[in-house]
């Protein structure tokens, strides 16, 4: 498994410097200045990946820019509107250019307006340490008293209803603001930022839209692209829904494995693939993750490697982000099956029988709290995590079961 760490580029609050000595061997990274749907440049790609060849007092990295996260697919490719065959022609254009950088993976999500999702960015935990949580009460005052969508009521049941009112009115303006602005803070990273009434917008352009509309969007996407990645060398890594469930009447269509084979079976070729999340797809009691790597691990061309603590039962809830080891994914038997899943690739003779991994998220704990880095990326929680993991891996591998 190749341990790799998430840098957001010169800006973030974690340096090159740090991910050298936190001991990954790649950095995963995108060009979060430039909008869904233009061309990525060659200069700006050899110039992150300079950027990542050295570390602060100017000496080699000895690191490289192993995974691309993300990509982005515009909201024109996601409802087929406006310039979306030129925005999947200069998406090919992209891939071919990361190929030619000798650039090999590349994540990307499908989910529509908002990426991943979370009501708070910094919730307190009993030891002090903060993390991110995603409340579904909190969710639905959002929606219902300050988002006010049209047809809100009908997705959440009376009690948590009731439960929302009496939270909104017990809230200051502070309290609206900063939870409108954690939930609609647009990609990590990224210079972009919706107001309400973007969001109003948005909702609006997807209201006809549903679930099998937005997949086979997702399917001719892929038909375009993937044939190309494919002829490139690139290996193209959908990411789940975060939440992976429903959100804002928005169609959701990667959340369950049975979503994952109807996209790889769509368009059968290698490059298109899975970016495995154990955080987003763990959120859901229903999905298996052990058995999900078993079944679909040959397609697995990235892992995210994180734990999340849900709060109440069913396929919707709440949820925070926990320590890598302590949350409802048992983490060590993952681990164990993406072993597996690359000692085979190894005896097929497969190139990429290592899966790149990087320890999603993390706890802001220690020195993190006075940092602030980007919400969910910070050093020495994401760094204990990748301790974590990569204590797992060293014990599980003396094991002749993954051998």
């Keep these: ?32 200045h430039i909008p869904a749907g233009e061309v990525w440049p060659v200069e700006d ?77 910094a919730w307190i935990l009993p030891n002090g340490a903060t993390c991110m949580r995603f409340d579904l009460c909190d969710f639905a005052v959002f929606d219902l ?26 809230m200051t303006d502070n309290d609206v603001v900063k939870l409108t602005s954690n939930i ?36 001719e996407f892929l038909s375009n692209v993937a044939p190309a990645a494919q002829e490139f060398g690139i290996r193209l890594g959908c990411h789940p829904d975060d939440p992976p469930f429903p959100l804002l009447g928005l169609p959701r269509i990667m959340s369950t494995e049975a979503d994952y084979r109807a996209v790889v079976a769509a368009v059968d070729i290698p490059a298109n693939g899975i970016t495995f999340c154990s955080g987003a797809l763990g959120a859901r009691p229903d999905n298996d993750l052990p058995g999900m790597m078993t079944r679909l691990g040959g397609r697995v061309h990235a892992l995210h490697l994180r734990n999340v603590k849900r709060e109440t039962k069913g396929t919707r809830g709440s949820f925070y982000e926990a320590e890598h080891l302590s949350g409802d994914t048992d983490m060590v038997e993952l681990i164990a099956t993406i072993l597996r899943e690359e000692a085979r690739r190894k005896e097929e003779g497969r ?36 301790a974590e993991l990569r204590g797992v891996i060293t014990a599980l591998e003396s094991r002749t079961f993954v051998k």
């Design 145 to 170: 008293h300050i988002l006010k969508r049209p047809g809100a009521e009908g997705d959440y049941d009376a009690s948590l209803r009731c439960t929302a009112e009496q939270r909104f009115a017990a």
């Design 1 to 32: 498994m190749e341990q790799t760490w998430r840098w957001f580029g010169p800006q973030d609050r974690v340096s090159i410097s740090d991910i050298a000595q936190a001991g990954a061997t790649g950095v995963v990274s995108a060009l979060h």
């Design 351 to 386: 190139n990429d029988w290592s899966i790149p991994f990087r320890p999603d998220h993390g706890q802001d704990i220690l020195d993190d709290l006075g940092r602030k880095a980007q919400p969910g990326y910070p050093a020495i929680g994401r760094l204990k995590g990748l």
């Design 45 to 121: 790609i050899s110039r992150r990946q300079s950027e990542i060849a050295r570390m602060q007092n100017g000496s080699f990295s000895n690191l490289s820019w192993t995974v691309v996260e993300s990509l982005p697919v515009s909201e024109d490719i996601k409802m087929q509107k406006g310039d979306w065959r030129q925005h999947i022609a200069n998406y090919t254009a992209s891939l071919k250019n990361l190929a030619e950088a000798g650039i090999e993976t590349v994540c990307y999500n499908f989910m529509p307006i908002l990426d991943w999702t979370r009501t708070d960015l």
């Design 184 to 219: 609609i803070c647009g990609l990590p990273g990224a210079a972009e930022t919706f107001s309400l009434e973007d969001v109003r917008v948005h909702l609006a352009e997807y209201a006809e839209m549903n679930a099998q509309t937005l997949r086979r969007h997702l399917t």
